[in-house]
């Protein structure tokens, strides 16, 4: 699980700010107006307006609100692909998930903070949660496709599923315990979350 651009404004909405050109531009300014707002108070004219761009202009960018909040996921989606493709298929599988969880989620230390706010935002309003639920469905599908080629199964059967939810239910406790503890290290929790995991499904 992870959710995706780089970086973050942490400085407030100003007026007479030049108006924003880019994607990654209105995602910063989308955040900043959710963290002075709130999240279901902010609306996409507030974020259109304060961009200095029309209604029109945002949805070039994003689908809708909840698409702002998380940013390029097609994209990252097929990264974390791209990941468990790549690993050894000599380990064990539980191991290249947990390698590639990890990897994925692994972030600068300037990144964080941001990140902390987008995670937050995707655990606890209930506006995003069916949303949530999608993009989720999404991440269990690459996993139960790599489980499955991995094992000679068909996704379709229950082991890969099994799998996926599992694995994605791993993940979603450490991101809740990380924004639960400050200073907790992401990496670290997931590692520790999936090897737990491991210790109950065995090694395969």
């Given at each position: 699980m992870e959710s995706p651009s780089r970086a973050v404004a942490n400085q407030p909405v100003r007026a007479g700010r030049p108006r924003v050109t880019s994607r990654a531009d209105l995602e910063r300014l989308g955040f900043e107006l959710f963290a002075q707002q709130g999240f279901d108070a902010t609306t996409i004219d507030d974020i259109a307006g304060a961009a200095g761009i029309g209604r029109r202009t945002f949805f070039r960018y994003f689908s809708s609100k909840n698409d702002l909040v998380w940013g390029d996921?097609?994209?990252h989606l097929a990264g974390f692909r791209t990941l468990l493709?790549?690993?050894?298929p000599g380990v064990p599988v539980m191991v290249a998930l947990?390698?590639?969880v990890v990897e994925f989620n692994r972030f600068d230390a300037d990144?964080?903070?941001?990140?902390r706010q987008r995670m937050e935002l995707i655990l606890t309003v209930p506006a995003l949660q069916?949303?949530?639920a999608l993009r989720?469905?999404?991440w269990r599908a690459i996993v139960t496709d790599f489980v499955g080629r991995h094992l000679s199964l068909p996704p379709s059967h229950m082991v890969p599923r099994l799998f996926g939810h599992?694995?994605?239910?791993a993940a979603v406790t450490a991101y809740e315990h990380w924004l639960a503890q400050e200073g907790?290290?992401?990496s670290g929790l997931l590692n520790l979350a999936i090897r737990r995991l491991d210790e109950g499904l065995g090694a395969v």
């Amino acid at each position: 699980m992870e959710s995706p651009s780089r970086a973050v404004a942490n400085q407030p909405v100003r007026a007479g700010r030049p108006r924003v050109t880019s994607r990654a531009d209105l995602e910063r300014l989308g955040f900043e107006l959710f963290a002075q707002q709130g999240f279901d108070a902010t609306t996409i004219d507030d974020i259109a307006g304060a961009a200095g761009i029309g209604r029109r202009t945002f949805f070039r960018y994003f689908s809708s609100k909840n698409d702002l909040v998380w940013g390029d996921f097609e994209q990252h989606l097929a990264g974390f692909r791209t990941l468990l493709d790549a690993s050894d298929p000599g380990v064990p599988v539980m191991v290249a998930l947990r390698e590639a969880v990890v990897e994925f989620n692994r972030f600068d230390a300037d990144v964080v903070p941001w990140h902390r706010q987008r995670m937050e935002l995707i655990l606890t309003v209930p506006a995003l949660q069916a949303d949530a639920a999608l993009r989720y469905a999404s991440w269990r599908a690459i996993v139960t496709d790599f489980v499955g080629r991995h094992l000679s199964l068909p996704p379709s059967h229950m082991v890969p599923r099994l799998f996926g939810h599992t694995v994605l239910a791993a993940a979603v406790t450490a991101y809740e315990h990380w924004l639960a503890q400050e200073g907790a290290e992401l990496s670290g929790l997931l590692n520790l979350a999936i090897r737990r995991l491991d210790e109950g499904l065995g090694a395969v």
